[in-house]
């Protein structure tokens, strides 16, 4: 069965319409960002989530689980979290952390599975190398640098064929350190100014 499954995943057929499927999902992520941007944002996303009341805490599980599927950032969930369950941010940071490996090793396998048949010019050789060398350090730094699209080194990681365990370590490492730095800020400025 799975055998199947695997070679029907592997046909050049399959693999584009899993692409534009996803490119699909990805503009019309973009689309409802354009036209509802105060959505996306902390408190959006919080007024979203909070309509659900008990059952909050599943739907915000969800939507984090989900969020990389759509190529946006982490951030805004991270701090909506916070804002929601100001009592669990030890839960905000695990699921949190959860999203981001989930949707990390999405795309890192996505990467590989997709190969979109690209030449292998100067600079990608290049990429491979510094990659290969440096992958752990590189990896790491970009994740906790919050400005950089995650994202994007996860797609790199996986189209260069990085070590995965090394990948996903270095990943968790950074995004660890990012998660944590936010919510214990988060947590500094409402008890010592919202409060």
């Known amino acids: 069965m799975l055998k199947t499954i695997s070679l029907f995943i592997q046909r050049p057929q399959t693999k584009k319409i899993i692409l534009g ?3 699909a999902l990805i503009v019309a992520a973009i689309v409802l960002y354009v036209l509802f941007p105060k959505e996306f944002t902390a408190k959006g996303i919080k007024e979203f989530i909070i309509q659900f009341n008990a059952v909050s805490i599943v739907v915000y599980m969800f939507i ?3 969020r990389g599927l759509f190529l946006i950032p982490s951030t805004p969930f991270v701090l909506a979290g916070a804002l929601l369950f100001p009592n669990k941010l030890w839960l905000v940071f695990i699921v949190s952390i959860l999203g981001i490996l989930g949707s990390g090793t999405f795309i890192y396998l996505a990467a590989q599975f997709l190969d979109f048949g690209e030449k292998k010019v100067k600079k990608i050789n290049t990429i491979n190398k ?3 060398k440096h992958g752990f ?4 730094g970009w994740a906790f640098f919050p400005i950089v699209p995650t994202d994007l080194i996860c797609y790199v990681a996986g189209r260069t064929r990085m070590n995965f365990w090394k990948y996903i370590s270095a990943l968790f490492i950074g995004e660890a350190l990012l998660i944590a730095s936010y919510l214990y ?4 400025f409402s008890v010592n100014y919202i409060s």
Request: proline content about 0%; hydrophobic content about 65%.
């Open 21 to 23: 499927i996803w490119i």
């Open 64 to 66: 984090c689980l989900i």
């Open 130 to 132: 510094k990659v290969r």
């Open 137 to 140: 350090w590189i990896v790491l």
């Open 185 to 188: 800020f988060c947590q500094y």
